[in-house]
């Protein structure tokens, strides 16, 4: 509900610079209970980003582009978590902890600059009330009628 309520800009900038944030403490020493938690904010903060872009997508298409786009967007976040893994272990077994970790923050930083360099946002809505009571009519049907 936070990516309908609210601009693309805002959400995706909002969440990758706190994300960015957190991710660059992880290059600072602490107990395990630490990191623990930051991943989990920082993981948090991607739920949040993530339907933003998801929700900017259908507005860069035509209706018939549409479920072309859908796959090959999800087709490139495949590999990315496929081939990610690979490369953040080459780096780690090369350079050490540092250096990917610092380079991981820098990609949330290049994150939230692209809707600006790209002149990319989709206005959130003006009132969520109405969203609100649609979705619970649509929960109040689904399980009651």
Request: net charge neutral; aromatic share 12%.
């Amino acid at each position: 509900m936070i990516a309908d309520k609210y601009s693309t800009r805002q959400v995706v900038q909002t969440s990758s610079l706190v994300q960015a944030v957190l991710i660059f403490s992880l290059t600072i020493d602490g107990p395990h209970w630490v990191v623990f938690a930051t991943l989990f904010l920082a993981n948090t903060c991607g739920s949040v980003a993530n339907p933003a872009w998801g929700a900017l997508l259908p507005t860069l298409c035509t209706k018939d582009d549409l479920p072309r786009a859908l796959g090959f967007s999800q087709s490139m976040f495949a590999m990315a978590g496929l081939f990610s893994p690979a490369l953040a272990g080459l780096l780690v077994s090369t350079s050490g902890f540092y250096w990917p970790v610092v380079i991981d923050a820098i990609t949330f930083l290049f994150i939230a600059l692209m809707p600006v360099v790209l002149r990319l946002n989709r206005n959130g809505a003006a009132e969520l009330g109405a969203q609100k009571s649609g979705a619970m009519e649509g929960i109040h049907f689904f399980f009651l009628e």
